[in-house]
DNA sequence: AGTTGTCAAGCTAGT
DNA sequence: ACTAGCTTGACAACT
């Protein structure tokens, strides 16, 4: 099992990986300035990753404004920060790091609008485009939820069939859909995973607020099947509610004690592990200790 | 100098 | 019909 956790990391590396800016103040100049800021602020973060024997970890948004019209070109791009790409993808490999990425709530395959799906399509390309120019194989993954209902369940699921079966195989190969805490749960991801082949990626906190009353445990020997070898072993999103906070709200920091419950409950489960607490690298720091002395990592 | 509202994008559910 | 919330900091627009 490999374990990471997502995105910034200000706190314990002093740097953010996703900076960002207005797209009213948007000029060449800013774009590559935090780009390479995010970018280096990366290549840190991977350091940090490999010294602290964090092997999965979610690269967050780094190139403002990517999928939009007004980004300076992706070709650009890559040949102005070839060096940090070059570096960055190979830190990566050479340590066997797994990466994955989940491009938020504005990518929806299933949309019925012809602009939004477009511009979903266009975020998701970009997405793959990073992993490829990182040179990753196909165990890094982009993860989408399945998207709205729109009044039909039935029409929106087959909408993101037909939407995804469209795409190019470049970019079918680098999908994977998670179960979301509202809409579309691991049941329905189960079945789209069949009729699509593409994996699941199994988000727990979600599962324990949205699901068919199947466990946790009956899920994770389910997902296990959902998975081809070209696609690596499962990915699991792990995190709990916050006390006293909206309903699926992620925990600020973790427990230890409910991470020790989870832990030892799955315990034959294999599965590469993505936290998704509040402060990140923080709490992944404190699972990492723990899972050393019970012997799991 | 400090405080507050807004930011590319969509959707659902609650008022 | 309208909007909070999804993540959260940075910056612009105010007092």
Known sequence: MKIGFVGSANTTINCRPDKSFRLASYT??????????????????????????FYFYRIADFIPFFSHSISISWVQIEEIFSELFLDIGKRIRNNDMRISMHPGQYTILNSPKEGVLNNSIKELEANVWILDKLKLDHT??????????????????????????????FMKNRIVIENDDRLFDFKDCTALSKELNIPVV???FHHTIKNN?????????ILGYLWDNK???PMVDWSYQEVDARMGKNANTIDLMLFKKFITEIS??????????????????QAAKLLRTLGRL
């Open 268 to 285: 034959d489960e294999d599965f590469d592990l993505m936290l998704e607490i509040r402060d990140k690298e923080k709490s992944a720091l």
């Open 28 to 53: 060449k100049k800013k774009a590559l300035e935090i780009i390479e800021s995010n970018l280096t602020c990366i290549q840190k973060t991977i350091e940090f990753c490999i010294r602290n024997h």
């Open 140 to 169: 890094a993954k982009v993860q989408i939820h399945v998207g709205g209902i729109y009044g039909n369940k039935e029409e929106a699921t087959l909408r993101f069939i037909k939407n995804f079966q469209r795409l190019p195989e």
């Open 213 to 221: 009353n199947e466990s946790t445990l009956e899920s994770l020997n």
């Open 231 to 233: 696609d690596g072993i």
């Open 202 to 204: 199994f988000d727990v």
